[in-house]
């Protein structure tokens, strides 16, 4: 199919990795359905977008609202998880586990809750492309609670690429990526962690969210990937 033929529904697309996916994939000629969790923020996104975007209210927290809400888009190609979800650093020993429940509950089963919704309008010969983080697949001492719940979306989106076959599935798995999930810091001490994180790393830089959608694009587009896990994170897992 034409990319003009091709319709793409990125869920979190407001923001950060899923509003730079949009932005890509756009330019590439798709058609693209973003969602944030409130009409507010959609069309908020969409005046930033120089592209012909369509835009969806989705709220992870609304369980039957996210059906109503693909309901709605109807039938579509590809789809793009691209939520972040509250961060949860911290030692283990003290680690909030209400803060995991609730990393979980927006994240996990936030991906969990939209990928059943989405089967009944997903193409047959569609994909899916998750998005997790680099914590899942490194060692990384404070980063416990995001391991563990970008682990358990990496081991789901592996087993579904075999059980909705011929739909591929596949997971982007980000290193540090200068996103709005860092607003909460000061711009000068977030700026230092950044480039300390960059100085670390064998490409001597930090990553932005368009190197992600880069990835995406090429997992959605390669009709002979499924079942990965593609790490672009700037080689940490090397050490």
């Known amino acids: 199919m034409k990319p003009s033929e091709t319709s793409i529904v990125i869920v979190g697309g407001s923001s950060g990795i899923g ?3 949009a932005r890509r994939l756009a330019q590439m000629g798709y058609r693209v359905v973003i969602t944030a ?12 977008l120089a592209h012909d975007i369509a835009g969806q209210p989705l709220d992870y ?8 809400a693909f309901a709605r888009i109807g039938a579509f190609d ?3 998880l691209a939520g972040a979800g509250p961060a ?58 995001l391991a563990a719940v970008n682990g358990a979306i990496e081991r789901m ?30 711009p000068e001490a977030r700026q230092a962690m950044l480039d300390g994180a960059a100085a670390k790393l ?3 830089r930090y990553g932005t969210p368009d190197d992600i959608a880069q990835a995406v694009a090429f997992l959605m587009t390669n009709p002979y990937v499924t079942g990965s896990i593609l790490d672009v994170d700037g080689g940490v897992r090397l050490g």
Request: charged share 20%.
């Open 202 to 204: 064998r490409v001597q």
């Open 61 to 68: 927290a609304d369980r039957p609202g996210i059906a109503a």
């Open 88 to 145: 949860t650093w911290g030692a283990f020993e003290s680690l909030d586990r209400d803060a995991v429940q609730a990393a979980f509950a927006s994240k996990f089963w936030g991906y969990f809750d939209t990928l059943q919704a989405a089967l009944p309008q997903l193409a047959k010969q569609g994909s899916i492309t998750l998005v997790s983080g680099a914590a899942a697949r490194v060692a990384l001492p404070g980063t416990v609670g």
């Open 37 to 48: 969790r409130t009409q507010a923020r959609v069309d908020e996104t969409l005046a930033k």
């Open 157 to 186: 989106g592996v087993t579904l690429a075999k059980e909705l076959a011929p739909r591929r599935v596949n997971v982007v798995s980000p290193g540090l990526v200068d996103t709005p999930a860092y607003d909460w810091m000061a």
């Open 19 to 21: 509003f730079a996916c």
């Open 78 to 80: 590809h789809l793009v």
